[in-house]
């Protein structure tokens, strides 16, 4: 299997502009988190899917983030309008099962002019 | 509130020697703890796992503890070599929940 991927990996665009970031877990595995990660925040929980449902969507920061899971196998994490304060690498990781490893992708690293 | 600490300052250690990184939680009842290692540029690969019943779990060079009374998990890597230079995280499942809460992470750096 190829892993968990991850795409754009780089994404620079202006303020106010849509953001889209795609993710492909591992075939097989029910469960999907989407991650973000700042130096100074460290790796913070999005919102995470189980067989496609989302099941918590706390760790969303506000309106302006969405996210999606059509089918098992693809995921997006969609921010309009992006701000400078969205810059961070988002992550996307999958599980199978309720508990064990997650599997993460490279990541796709957003900067927000 | 919950709380996920780990030594934000870098651990430098010379090669061959044990490197020991700490990882304290509160307010938490952990079903169980992992730890990932985290490379520049990279996703976090995730290493060990320890359940809340297992005191202590090891896998070649690594070792990982669980004390649930100190709350607190220990993770060693014995006979270090420059290529374990990563960032490692801690992360717990609190009971009753399906998503890992992560640590900050610590870095180890090992000099040749």
């Known amino acids: 299997d190829a892993g968990v991927i991850q795409s754009p990996r780089h994404e620079v665009t202006e303020m106010g502009q849509e953001v889209t970031l795609r993710c492909k877990p591992i075939s097989g595995h029910d469960y999907l988190f989407w991650y973000r990660q700042t130096m100074m925040r460290g790796l913070e929980l999005l919102i995470y899917f189980n067989n496609n449902v989302p099941i918590d969507d ?29 810059s961070a690498v988002y992550f996307c990781a999958s599980r199978a099962g309720a508990t064990g490893e997650l599997f993460f992708g490279e990541g796709s690293r957003l900067t927000v002019l | 509130s919950q709380k996920i600490e780990q030594n934000s ?10 490197a020991t990184l700490t990882c304290n939680y509160t307010n938490y009842s952990p079903a169980y703890l992992q730890w990932y ?14 359940r809340e019943n ?59």
């Open chain 1, 58 to 86: 706390s760790g969303m920061p506000e309106d302006r983030f969405s996210a999606k899971m059509p089918n098992a196998s693809f995921s997006t994490l969609k921010i309009q309008p992006s701000e400078p304060r969205d």
């Open chain 2, 54 to 112: 297992e005191k202590e779990k090891r896998k070649e060079r690594l070792k990982v503890t669980f004390d649930t009374t100190l709350k607190q998990s220990l993770f060693h890597i014995t006979a270090s070599q420059p290529a374990d230079s990563a960032t490692y995280l801690c992360a717990l499942r609190d009971t009753g929940r399906r998503a890992l809460t992560f640590g900050s992470g610590t870095r180890l750096q090992v000099q040749p």
């Open chain 2, 9 to 18: 300052e870098a651990l430098n250690i010379q090669e061959g020697k044990t």
């Open chain 2, 37 to 50: 290692r985290q490379d520049p540029g990279r996703g976090p690969v995730f290493l060990l796992l320890i």
